[in-house]
């Protein structure tokens, strides 16, 4: 089993420049969450799905967008990159939205000029 | 606000017994969450606590005081490996994962 896969690991871009993460789970997941981790601080969360086409915004959901149309798949978009958006972004899925072990991808790092 | 509490960093020796404590002050309480994450690599999970008391799971345990908004992690046997940093989260009443920011543990030989 693949898991949680992200896609890319690595990522340069140009302010104003628009990019889209892709996460793949392959455990029939209902439940996908987007995450960035920036020193010092805790995960936040900036969006996330309880299921096939629905999504919700997190904690940090501003420039930021996302899709679940189908459900083994989690996407997040930039619209418009912004230095401050320069993170680890982390995918995650679980089983149960309260008690479930979250199962996180490799993670991908976006900085952004 | 919703906040979680963890020391920034700690450092011990291979073999010896390291305690990691996690406060949280957060609206609504449905459980606790102990990962591990290593350098550049992603969280993975340890552990869940929802009721008081101890959990304890080979090398590791963690422990949970509701009434004290307080729990801890216990690492016994210390391994090189070990060495990564250990992060805290709690379930709000809204059933949200609160995070800390993580406790960096330094294992020297």
């Given at each position: ?108 790092r976006?900085?952004v000029? | ?24 002050q ?61 992060l805290?989260?709690?379930t ?11 406790t ?6």
């Open positions: 089993n693949a898991g949680v896969t992200q896609t890319p690991k690595f990522r340069v871009l140009k302010t104003g420049q628009s990019m889209t993460l892709l996460c793949a789970q392959d455990m029939n997941h209902e439940y996908m969450y987007w995450y960035r981790q920036d020193p010092g601080m805790g995960l936040r969360l900036i969006h996330y799905s309880v299921g096939e086409g629905t999504t919700a915004k997190g904690e940090v959901p501003d420039g930021y967008n996302v899709s679940r149309l189908k459900k083994q798949n989690f996407l997040l978009g930039l619209e418009s990159a912004a230095p401050s958006q320069t993170s680890v972004y982390f995918c995650a899925s679980t089983h149960s939205g309260d008690t479930g072990e979250l199962f996180f991808g490799e993670g991908s976006l900085t000029l | 606000g919703q906040n979680i509490d963890q020391p920034t960093e700690m450092t011990a020796t291979e073999g010896a017994i390291v305690q990691i404590n996690c406060t949280y957060t609206s609504g309480f449905n459980g606790l969450f102990w990962y591990q994450q290593h350098a550049g690599e992603a969280p993975t999970f340890l552990s869940y606590n929802v009721l008081d008391g101890l959990e304890e799971k080979g090398r590791f345990s963690s422990f949970l005081s509701r009434s004290k908004g307080y729990s801890y992690l216990l690492l016994k046997e210390l391994q090189m490996k070990d060495s990564a940093s250990y805290c989260a709690v709000d009443s809204n059933y949200q994962l609160i995070w800390g920011a993580g960096k543990l330094i294992i020297k030989p």
